[in-house]
């Protein structure tokens, strides 16, 4: 190569402030030029699934010139800081993946993933997965409330290769991320997806029942029929950043259809007279999970 070049490029890999850009000419590992690196910002400045402009130099590596502005983020606020910490950029979709035991699913926890996936008009889907351990009819009582309200749900195991089919044409030809918390399976259920991803496997510990960290580095795997996936290190706590605790209730999408109907226009649906969303839930129209998952969250309740 007799001179830089300035390509096009999506980053799938970031490391220690090196980031692996996907071009047409191939990837290209470059670094933030300086001037954005120096700037004060609340947020991450690159993250998977941005959208770059790289200057590639003569010896191949490249420098970031400039980042094109996201669509939609799938971010949490950072753990013990007042920052966004963004998981993935510019996706298609989220895959919030649970296990139906060995970790038991923690449905607050996905009822957290879904309010920032619905505020950010990020399609959703939930992967129950680990079913050997129960009957399909089984892990439906746990996650078939979210069918209901219009989620899509599959129900895998990775290890016996059930519904592995159904999830792989789901990833086909878009960015896609695999978000949950440890040891529900992520990395497993992309192995059986796609065996050459060669994604690390780790297992739940038996003293404290929770899984184990196996994804460090993130990144952005392609998959061999068109798309990509992230698959991002296990989630403990997911902290909900820049949603104010009024607006939480636009996001459940059982409850947001019924927020106009209620006397109060500042009715927060725990007491109030009148509340349309009380009296659903009355009439059986509210699973008492979620509400019970809305009250927490409106009151910042992250256990």
């Given at each position: 190569m007799?001179?830089?070049?300035?390509?096009?490029?999506?980053?799938?890999?970031?490391?220690?402030?090196?980031?692996?850009?996907?071009?047409?000419?191939?990837?290209?590992?470059?670094?933030?030029?300086?001037?954005?690196?120096?700037?004060?910002?609340?947020?991450?400045?690159?993250?998977?699934?941005?959208?770059?402009?790289?200057?590639q130099h003569e010896d191949g590596t490249g420098t970031i010139e400039e980042i094109v502005e996201r669509e939609r983020v799938l971010s949490r606020r950072a753990p013990g800081i007042e920052r966004e910490q963004v998981l993935v950029a510019n996706l298609d979709q989220a895959v919030f993946v649970f296990s139906c035991a060995e970790p038991d699913p923690n449905l607050r926890m996905l009822d957290r993933?879904?309010?920032?996936?619905?505020?950010?008009?990020?399609?959703?889907?939930?992967?129950?997965?680990?079913?050997?351990?129960?009957?399909?009819?089984?892990?439906?009582?746990?996650?078939?409330?979210?069918?209901?309200?219009?989620?899509?749900?599959?129900?895998?195991?990775?290890?016996?290769?059930?519904?592995?089919?159904?999830?792989?044409?789901?990833?086909?030809?878009?960015?896609?991320?695999?978000?949950g918390p440890s040891g529900a399976g992520?990395?497993?259920?992309?192995?059986?997806?796609?065996?050459?991803?060669?994604?690390?496997?780790?297992?739940?510990?038996?003293?404290?029942?929770?899984?184990?960290?196996?994804?460090?580095?993130?990144?952005?795997?392609?998959?061999?029929?068109?798309?990509?996936?992230?698959d991002t290190p296990g989630v403990k706590a997911f902290a909900l950043w820049d949603i104010e605790p009024e607006e939480i209730d636009g996001y459940y999408r059982e409850m947001k259809p019924l927020v106009e109907q209620c006397a109060f226009s500042d009715c927060t649906h725990f007491h109030e007279p009148g509340c349309a969303i009380l009296e659903a839930l009355e009439r059986g129209e509210i699973d008492p999970h979620r509400y019970d998952s809305y009250c927490r969250l409106r009151l910042g309740d992250l256990d």
């Open positions: 007799s001179e830089s070049q300035t390509l096009h490029g999506l980053i799938v890999r970031a490391q220690s402030g090196f980031f692996d850009v996907e071009t047409k000419q191939g990837v290209v590992v470059a670094q933030l030029r300086g001037r954005h690196r120096l700037s004060q910002q609340e947020s991450d400045l690159l993250a998977l699934g941005d959208r770059v402009l790289v200057q993933l879904l309010v920032v996936a619905e505020e950010q008009q990020i399609p959703a889907a939930i992967c129950a997965n680990k079913i050997d351990f129960m009957t399909k009819r089984q892990a439906k009582q746990i996650f078939g409330l979210y069918e209901r309200i219009g989620y899509p749900v599959f129900y895998t195991s990775a290890t016996k290769k059930r519904g592995i089919g159904k999830l792989r044409k789901a990833l086909q030809g878009v960015i896609s991320v695999f978000a992520k990395s497993t259920l992309l192995n059986a997806v796609q065996p050459d991803l060669g994604l690390r496997i780790g297992d739940v510990s038996q003293a404290t029942g929770k899984g184990t960290h196996t994804t460090v580095v993130p990144r952005l795997a392609k998959l061999k029929r068109g798309g990509y996936v992230a």
